[in-house]
């Protein structure tokens, strides 16, 4: 079964950087990115970078001009750059994409396991 890996999560000091990405594992036929989420104790997930149908970005008003989502079609996945990261970004990341695993069948919604991200003061 098809499951998106993500992986760069981990502990950096305030105003460092880290780089996540998310790569659907096993065969499929389409990988469509949707975006990152993150999850806090206590809380609703929230959208942090999305890709919208036609193709942009969109971002939340936490984060625009401080992270960047990209993706690469060829390999069937998604990145989320995060740079000048600040202690409320520390939560765990998800990232979500819906995949088909033949040109025939329906598009299953997929999420990731999530990846804790840790900012220090």
């Known amino acids: 079964q098809v499951q998106l890996v993500e992986s760069g999560g981990g502990l950096v000091q305030a105003g460092g950087s880290l780089r996540l990405s998310c790569a659907a594992s096993?065969?499929?036929?389409?990988?469509?990115?949707k975006g990152w989420y993150r999850q806090t104790p206590g809380n609703q997930r929230e959208l942090v970078a999305g890709i919208t149908s036609g193709g942009g970005f969109n971002y939340g008003d936490s984060v625009k001009g401080r992270f960047t989502i990209s993706r690469d079609n060829a390999k069937n996945t998604v990145f989320l750059q995060m740079n000048s990261l600040k202690p409320e970004d520390s939560a765990v990341y998800y990232c979500?994409?819906?995949?088909?695993?033949?040109?025939?069948?329906?598009?299953?919604?997929?999420w990731g396991q999530g990846t804790q991200v840790t900012v220090s003061s």
């Open positions: 979500n994409a819906a995949v088909k695993y033949r040109a025939w069948s329906a598009e299953y919604n997929l």
């Open positions: 096993g065969s499929i036929f389409s990988f469509n990115a």
